[in-house]
Structure formats: C-alpha cells, structure tokens
C-alpha cells in the first residue's frame, strides 16, 4: 500500500476554535502546489487513489480543496464522490493505534493508494509508527511524505516539501 500523509497547510491563528482555524492564502498556495506534485506523481505512474481520509477541521477540509485544485492543473482525472471519509480520529489528538488499525483493514480490504490529510503531532507519529522509528520527517506546513508499506514495516520513499 501506498500512503501518502499530509499535514494541512499553513493555517491561520485567529479563530473561535482550533477546529475552525482557517488557511492562509499562502497556505492555499501551498497545498495546491502539492497537489501538483503529488498528480505527476499519480499520473506518472498510472494510478489512482482508492481513499482519502481527512480531518473534519476546516483547515483540512480546505487543504483537500485546495490538493483536488492542484491535482485538476496537472491533468490527473479521478472523481473523489466516493473515496473521501471525513474523520474525527485524524484530528491533532486522534488515536494513533486506531488510525493504523484502519490503514490496515483498508489494506486488507483492496486498498493500493490511500492519502491522509491531517495534523501534528499525529502525521509525525504516524510516520514513525509505521517505519518502525526508522524515518522521521519534519512536518512543516503542506509536507507530504510517501510510504510504501508492504508487510509489517513501511519504507519512507520521498517528502515533498512545498516550495515558494
């Protein structure tokens, strides 16, 4: 299965709940870029995505938006009707073992390619839950890093870092 896991972009601080902070528009900018990336990265190796799990935070929510933008300018074509599950255990507190135990049923179940949109400090554990403390990665607004994970132990294979 790949995996890619994503922390929103960068979000604005001033808000009546953290669960309704906004992106900024340079963290608009940003989750569109990789978007980009992350479609010539699709479309080069002729796949699509079978799940995108995504936090119910606005700041998410938009980054989402802003990825499927990104994905639409490079001309990857998937409709995500189907493949979107907003959910609350991908939230900055969410639990770390029920995000695996999921991953792996979607696995188990068929899964191939599946993109998760969320926080710290779960995107930073989840990471090193799933090499097995072997790769860590600076989630900086917008980082996405690639997983191959095959068997019990994932391979960190690529971080994309969003670039001005």
Same mark, same amino acid.
Request: hydrophobic share 40%.
């Given at each position: ?5 994503? #922390? =929103? ?6 808000? &009546?709940?953290?669960?309704? #902070? ?5 963290? !608009? ?8 990336? +992350?479609?010539? #990265?699709?479309? %080069?190796?002729?796949? %699509? +995505?079978?799940?995108? $799990? !995504?936090?119910?935070? $606005?700041?998410? @929510?938009? *980054?989402?938006?802003? /990825?499927? @933008?990104?994905? %639409?300018?490079?001309?990857? &074509?998937? &409709? ?5 599950? *907003? ?11 029920? /995000? ?19 926080? $710290?400090?779960? /995107? ?6 799933? *090499?097995?403390? %072997?790769? @860590? ?5 917008? /980082? ?12 960190? *294979? =690529? ?6």
């Amino acid at each position: 299965m790949n995996i890619w896991i994503m #922390r =929103h972009g960068e979000a604005s601080f001033s808000a &009546s709940s953290d669960s309704a #902070r906004m992106l900024t528009p340079f963290g !608009v900018e940003m989750a569109k870029k990789q978007g980009q990336w +992350l479609g010539n #990265r699709l479309n %080069q190796a002729k796949i %699509q +995505l079978d799940k995108i $799990l !995504v936090s119910p935070y $606005l700041r998410t @929510q938009q *980054t989402l938006e802003a /990825v499927e @933008q990104g994905l %639409q300018a490079v001309g990857f &074509s998937q &409709s995500f009707t189907n493949l979107v599950e *907003t959910w609350e255990e991908i939230t900055p507190d969410g639990n770390q073992s029920l /995000v695996l135990d999921y991953l792996d049923f979607l696995r188990d179940e068929g899964a191939k390619n599946v993109l998760l949109i969320s926080h $710290l400090p779960l /995107v930073f554990d989840l990471v090193c839950a799933l *090499t097995h403390e %072997q790769s @860590q990665v600076h989630f900086y607004p917008a /980082v996405m890093a690639e997983l191959c994970w095959q068997g019990k132990i994932a391979c960190l *294979t =690529h971080t994309e870092i969003p670039r001005n």
